[in-house]
């Protein structure tokens, strides 16, 4: 099992920037498929970003080319820098593992969303609010 804590949510202007972090713990030995979701109050649960064990990244089409997704398996932390920030963005940012053999090479964030992918573990969620 895993243990994930996400943590560099808050408050920021139109067009700034964020990183939140997410710290693993327990069994970081496996291979996970990682991913960062988001819901905004009154909204389903969108998958944002996902990053495969061999690094292969993928990203939802609202938010390529803005937001990055990257780990640092020397310490086991999952990260999502993101950048031009707007308010449509706001929303409470989870991230989540799930076993990459499980998911069979499924790790795309498209793949997730269309067949609704469960993961196995999630973080408490971080709060990232955008004003205009």
């Known amino acids: 099992q895993v243990q994930l804590a996400e943590s560099g949510g808050g408050s920021v202007q139109s067009g700034e920037s964020l990183r939140l972090s997410c710290a693993a713990s327990?069994?970081?030995?496996?291979?996970?498929?990682m991913a960062w979701f988001r819901q905004a109050p009154g909204k389903q649960r969108e998958g944002v970003a996902a990053?495969?064990?061999?690094?292969?990244?993928t990203y939802t089409k609202s938010v390529k080319g803005r937001f990055t997704i990257s780990q640092d398996n020397a310490k086991s932390t999952l990260y999502l820098q993101m950048n031009s920030l707007a308010p449509e963005d706001t929303a409470t940012y989870y991230c989540?593992?799930?076993?990459?053999?499980?998911?069979?090479?499924?790790?795309?964030?498209?793949?997730?969303?269309?067949?609704?992918?469960?993961?196995?573990?999630w973080g408490q969620g971080t709060q990232v609010t955008v004003s205009s």
């Open positions: 990053i495969d064990s061999d690094g292969t990244t």
């Open positions: 327990g069994d970081t030995t496996s291979d996970y498929c």
């Open positions: 989540a593992a799930e076993d990459s053999p499980v998911l069979g090479g499924a790790c795309v964030i498209s793949t997730i969303e269309a067949l609704g992918t469960n993961f196995d573990y």
